[in-house]
């Protein structure tokens, strides 16, 4: 199990739980939760960020150690996501980005069209693309062929804590598309994120339910456990990744001959 | 499109009763629904929900807390100008008081912001009266420009503008705007503002939906909430704002609750909205509205504001002066120049101490701009 990593835009990761910092009561908290969960990706909005305030910056809690991910929360369309991805990295925040192009705020679905455009534009600016899109199998199609370096599909919309609804259309993307599949948005209890896990998603990236819990740095914890659980039985199994297992034994062996 | 022939059918069919139609029974059904319908916003606000306003709190709080997490916006209202030319017989503005009449220069526009933005808010609402000839879109803009040296975002609560006005405030940096129906009932309005270009209701209405036309990145709506019956302008507030959401998903659309307050005019409010009422309104428009923003300004106690912060607040002012010049220069507000009297007069860190102490993470800054002079060349 301990080599089992994984790789984006040719960093080696261990962890396969990637958080957030949006929601927190107090973002004091953020390096225990980052402690405890493992996780070694953290995703923060530009938005928020404000290199300029004497208040405090949620950048000043995250720890040293963890792969930043800039996501573009607030862009309607992909140039404005392309304009924040730019300041994220003029601003400091290293190439990679998650591609968040939301101009629904009622749902706040991703637009899929925009987010390929956008993610074409800067992965030929050399940026490390992680699109947030719905799970759909054109879309992430196009994502490779525009130069993403994952797909993240959603498993209910965001903020909702409903959990994989979306299952069988992440279950598609898996087998279909030779990319890392992170589940991102709408994983709201640590059996969701196993689930996801054992499906033979690649990674999870877990936000609303560890900033809200009453809990945080247990709920990281929590987290923490089950998506290496997940990830165990998966390996360890048969495997999610096709539906159609070969059986161990040949079923027609009795009819002796070349089948 | 215009939210105004909605409302209508609405009004009509809104007579005062029907609100005591519903059974604590409704109440429930709403309470559990997904998806509130008008019908369930309205059983909400009826007087059957009084006596389930612990369980309506439970589900305020359980949804606020999933969309939003444990965060408040905050902001802070700065006066520019006290110049009105309107009537409206409940503000100190009204240009028939005497009080003292100023606007800021540029360089004093300039002063203010950086006394502001050392407080560490980054996030200002600037004010005017209703002058356009004085204070009208070319000062606004020339005040944008200067505020956003100290501010990523500046929003404005000004007087009702057309859709190219907007748009050319946008183009100089403006992201949200604030516009008060004040009543959403025409008579009464009517009444309310008896001279003045503020009169014309329908232009004022349809403001909102302009500014979102012309691409505000936030759009918070409200009725001044005493000014007539509180239920019905609580009922069409909420709509306008679903109306709004359903037609302009690229909107952020948020609700203030303001209540009538103290000020320097005689005119006394029809009706008192009691604490109990306004946190009934809160709640169901939390339900109604999962993902709206909601505001409360410092008209409302430090004390009051605080406990409703787990019902469905979003958004904060704090460190408020209402006075011209009231943040550079303390001494500019004791003229009583100021549009109404605030309730919570605490600095910003006292705000932000009192979140924190209950356990909520005051958020300064929540947008970056995007301006195409500062995306070039990066
Ligand atoms: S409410 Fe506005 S328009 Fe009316 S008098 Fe006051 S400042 Fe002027």
């Known amino acids: 199990m301990s080599k089992d990593t994984f790789e984006i835009g040719g960093r080696t990761l261990t962890s396969r739980l990637f958080t957030g910092t949006g929601k927190y009561g107090d973002d004091g908290v953020i390096p225990e939760v980052c402690e405890a969960s493992g996780s070694e990706v953290i995703t923060v909005a530009l938005r928020r960020v404000d290199l300029e305030s004497a208040t405090g910056n949620v950048m000043d809690f995250i720890p040293e150690h963890m792969q930043l991910l800039p996501n573009t929360s607030g862009a309607r369309d992909a140039d404005e996501a392309v304009r924040i991805a730019r300041l994220a990295r003029a601003m400091g925040c290293g190439d990679w980005i998650k591609i968040e192009v939301i101009s629904d705020n009622r749902y706040l679905l991703p637009d899929g069209y925009e987010t390929v455009r956008a993610t074409e534009i800067l992965a030929n600016e050399g940026f490390t693309v992680l699109p947030y899109v719905n799970a759909d199998l054109y879309v992430a199609k196009a994502l490779v062929d525009a130069g993403a370096a994952a797909v993240m599909p959603l498993g209910a919309p965001i903020g909702t804590n409903r959990g994989l609804k979306t299952r069988e259309m992440v279950r598609i993307l898996i087998e279909e598309i030779d990319l890392p599949i992170v589940v991102d948005a709408g994983i709201g209890r640590p059996s969701e994120a196993c689930e996801a896990m054992e499906m033979g998603a690649d990674a999870v990236l877990v936000n609303t339910a560890i900033a809200t819990a009453s809990d945080p740095v247990m709920m990281a914890r929590a987290f923490g456990r089950a998506v290496r659980a997940g990830r165990e039985a998966y390996l360890s199994g048969p495997g999610a990744k096709r539906v159609l297992a070969d059986a161990s034994s040949p079923l027609t062996g009795f009819l002796g001959g070349a089948a | 499109?215009?939210?105004?022939?909605?409302?209508?059918?609405?009004?009509?069919?809104?007579?005062?009763?029907?609100?005591?139609?519903?059974?604590?029974?409704?109440?429930?059904?709403?309470?559990?629904?997904?998806?509130?319908?008008?019908?369930?916003?309205?059983?909400?606000?009826?007087?059957?929900?009084?006596?389930?306003?612990?369980?309506?709190?439970?589900?305020?709080?359980?949804?606020?807390?999933?969309?939003?997490?444990?965060?408040?916006?905050?902001?802070?209202?700065?006066?520019?100008?006290?110049?009105?030319?309107?009537?409206?017989?409940?503000?100190?503005?009204?240009?028939?008081?005497?009080?003292?009449?100023?606007?800021?220069?540029?360089?004093?526009?300039?002063?203010?912001?950086?006394?502001?933005?050392?407080?560490?808010?980054?996030?200002?609402?600037?004010?005017?009266?209703?002058?356009?000839?004085?204070?009208?879109?070319?000062?606004?803009?020339?005040?944008?420009?200067?505020?956003?040296?100290?501010?990523?975002?500046?929003?404005?609560?000004?007087?009702?503008?057309?859709?190219?006005?907007?748009?050319?405030?946008?183009?100089?940096?403006?992201?949200?705007?604030?516009?008060f129906q004040e009543t959403y009932d025409e008579k009464l309005y009517a009444v309310l503002h008896p001279k003045g270009p503020k009169r014309d209701y329908r232009f004022r209405l349809d403001a909102p939906e302009r500014a979102c036309r012309a691409g505000m990145r936030v759009v918070n709506i409200g009725a001044l909430l005493g000014l007539g019956d509180w239920r019905r302008d609580a009922l069409l507030t909420g709509l306008h704002a679903a109306y709004l959401m359903h037609n302009y998903p690229e909107t952020d659309i948020a609700v203030s609750l303001p209540r009538m307050r103290p000020h320097v005019g005689d005119w006394e409010p029809a009706t008192i909205v009691s604490d109990r009422d306004m946190v009934q309104f809160l709640m169901a428009l939390r339900l109604f509205l999962p993902r709206v923003g909601i505001t409360i300004s410092t008209r409302e106690n430090a004390e009051f504001?605080?406990?409703?912060?787990?019902?469905?607040?979003?958004?904060?002012?704090?460190?408020?002066?209402?006075?011209?010049?009231?943040?550079?220069?303390?001494t500019s507000g004791e003229e009583n120049t100021g549009q109404f009297d605030i309730s919570d007069a605490r600095s910003v860190d006292e705000v932000c101490a009192a979140l924190r102490s209950r356990g909520y993470q005051p958020v300064f800054k929540d947008w970056e701009p995007l301006f195409e002079t500062r995306g070039e060349g990066i």
């Open chain 2, 305 to 330: 504001r605080e406990n409703i912060l787990p019902l469905g607040v979003t958004r904060m002012s704090a460190g408020v002066s209402t006075a011209v010049g009231g943040h550079a220069d303390e």
């Open chain 2, 1 to 179: 499109m215009s939210f105004y022939p909605l409302m209508e059918t609405y009004a009509e069919g809104l007579p005062d009763a029907r609100f005591d139609d519903f059974t604590e029974q409704d109440v429930r059904r709403a309470i559990n629904r997904t998806t509130a319908t008008v019908e369930d916003f309205m059983a909400l606000m009826s007087p059957a929900a009084s006596s389930l306003l612990e369980e309506m709190a439970r589900k305020a709080s359980r949804l606020t807390v999933q969309h939003f997490g444990r965060t408040v916006s905050l902001f802070t209202p700065l006066y520019l100008a006290n110049i009105c030319t309107n009537h409206c017989v409940y503000c100190g503005f009204n240009c028939t008081n005497r009080i003292h009449r100023s606007m800021l220069s540029l360089e004093e526009v300039d002063a203010e912001g950086a006394a502001i933005a050392a407080t560490g808010l980054r996030n200002l609402l600037i004010l005017t009266g209703d002058a356009p000839a004085k204070t009208g879109v070319d000062y606004l803009e020339a005040c944008t420009r200067v505020l956003n040296r100290h501010f990523p975002s500046v929003s404005i609560e000004v007087f009702a503008m057309t859709e190219e006005e907007y748009a050319r405030l946008v183009r100089a940096g403006v992201d949200g705007m604030t516009m």
